[in-house]
């Protein structure tokens, strides 16, 4: 068995698992600030049982993303030891900061977050709140930017080392704000955290429709669902702006990726059409069943429909495979889409004051929250099997950076082990939020 496929399939559910978690942790944690900045504002006893049901979300959601998290730093040491040697003045750099300036910040304020209500004044709890939101950000920010440099390589230099192993070549960081600014970093920071924010707020509209359902706690599921509805639909439009901007940013440093996200295998001798649909077919390199606009890749890209954009033929050998990036992206898109039309009906329903009669259009807002999950998955995963075959792109190859004399069943081993562990440490997140869920949020007497 392949050391190499098994390694990637191994970090890559480990990964895929986690990223369940700090996305949602971050969107919540922006509506806890809103939703307490409210109830100092107004002292609506409704806010303050909704920031508290919150909170107990946000804290489990923490708790299991902090617990699937530190499998991956292992993997670094064990399975790409050759990565971890060649990038860790650059990538060690930027997990560093995270901890210091995100993870101590975040896990420091929430206990005064969780625990503080009664044992401190209210505006010190707000300000728990807020660092606790800040810091789930920055751990964004610097996790973000050494993802990124991996993409766009900036500020380093590569140098001869010794070793064990004799002379090797190693990234040494020689600019670190280069690092941070790398030219990808920024735009896929703002990607991330709109897609965050749009999971937090579909999340709470999922749950908030599944009360007004069933007519328990209407006051404080009107409150959750209505910001997170005009904010879901205020990101929903702006990651479309954020996703032009990424698409842009990868047509000048990764041209091979965005040829396989768009399934071009061939450069047109005009412009280039936009795949709408389309069956990849790697055998003969072309695309099955396609319905396509004509020039409009090219036009999104070079702002011209007559330029061609370059396709796999300019890049061989060293091509990234079509059908996983070229899916996962067009079914993100597709969902980009989906969301934009339901909350832009949603709102239009609000405005008309009809959405909380709308039983139907409510079941949909319970069950759409899986959308999310989906697109913050299949964006990560079409952005990094589209770099294939760099590990580091155009500087180390996925195959060149696994650990030595690491054995296929050593790794088939750990796989086994962890799926079994994921598989419960899931089952108590699902249990957990289905007794908070139920339990609902404290009761206030009120008119609603």
């Excluded at 030891?81 to 560093?96: E, I, P, Q, T, W």
């Excluded at 993409?151 to 192993?165: C, H, K, L, M, W």
């Excluded at 702006?238 to 996703?243: Q, W």
Aim: aromatic share 14%; net charge neutral.
């Amino acid at each position: 068995m392949d050391v190499v496929l098994l390694s990637r399939i191994q970090f890559a559910l480990t990964i895929m698992f986690h990223y369940l978690f700090p996305p949602l942790t971050i969107g919540l944690g922006i509506f806890l600030v809103y939703l307490e900045g409210r109830y100092l504002k107004t002292r609506d006893p409704q806010y303050e049982a909704a920031t508290k049901f919150w909170v107990r979300i946000f804290a489990l959601n923490f708790a299991i993303g902090v617990a699937s998290g530190i499998v991956m730093e292992f993997q670094f040491g064990t399975n790409w030891a050759v990565y971890s040697r060649y990038v860790g003045d650059v990538f060690g750099a930027a997990l560093a900061a995270e901890g210091i300036f995100a993870f101590f910040l975040e896990s420091g304020f929430l206990a005064l977050l969780v625990f503080g209500w009664d044992k401190v004044s209210p505006k010190v709890h707000f300000f728990s709140t807020i660092m606790v939101s800040l810091g789930s950000i920055f751990s964004a920010i610097w996790i973000i930017v050494a993802i990124s440099w991996q993409q766009t390589p900036a500020g380093f230099a590569i140098r001869d080392v010794e070793s064990p192993a004799g002379v090797v070549q190693r990234a040494e960081l020689t600019d670190f704000w280069k690092v941070v600014f790398n030219p990808s970093a920024m735009d896929r920071l703002a990607h991330v955290l709109i897609g965050a924010l749009i999971l937090g707020a579909f999340f709470i509209m999922s749950v908030s429709a599944y009360y007004l359902l069933k007519n328990r706690h209407t006051g404080f599921a009107k409150r959750s669902f209505v910001p997170a509805l005009v904010v879901s639909a205020i990101a929903s439009l702006v990651i479309v702006y954020s996703g032009d901007r990424q698409g842009k940013i990868v047509g000048e440093y990764q041209p091979a990726k965005l040829a396989a996200m768009e399934g071009v295998y061939e450069t047109a001798e005009t412009g280039t059409p936009m795949l709408l649909f389309g069956i990849p077919d790697s055998e003969t390199k072309t695309m099955q069943y396609k319905v396509e606009v004509p020039g409009l890749l090219s036009l999104l890209v070079h702002g011209d429909s007559s330029k061609p954009v370059a396709g796999l033929d300019r890049f061989e050998p060293d091509v990234p495979p079509v059908a996983i990036p070229f899916v996962t992206f067009h079914i993100m898109v597709g969902l980009g889409m989906y969301f934009i039309v339901l909350t832009l009906y949603g709102l239009w329903c609000y405005k008309k004051g009809s959405l909380f009669q709308k039983k139907w259009l409510l079941w949909v807002f319970v069950f759409s929250v899986v959308g999310p999950f989906i697109a913050n998955q299949f964006g990560w995963i079409a952005a990094e099997v589209g770099r294939q075959p760099w590990i580091v792109y155009n500087l180390l190859k996925t195959g060149d950076a696994v650990s030595k004399g690491l054995a296929a069943s050593s790794v088939v081993g750990s796989i086994v082990m962890f799926g079994v562990i994921y598989i419960m440490l899931f089952a108590v997140w699902i249990y957990l939020l289905n007794e908070k869920i139920k339990k609902g949020p404290e009761s206030v007497s009120t008119s609603e």
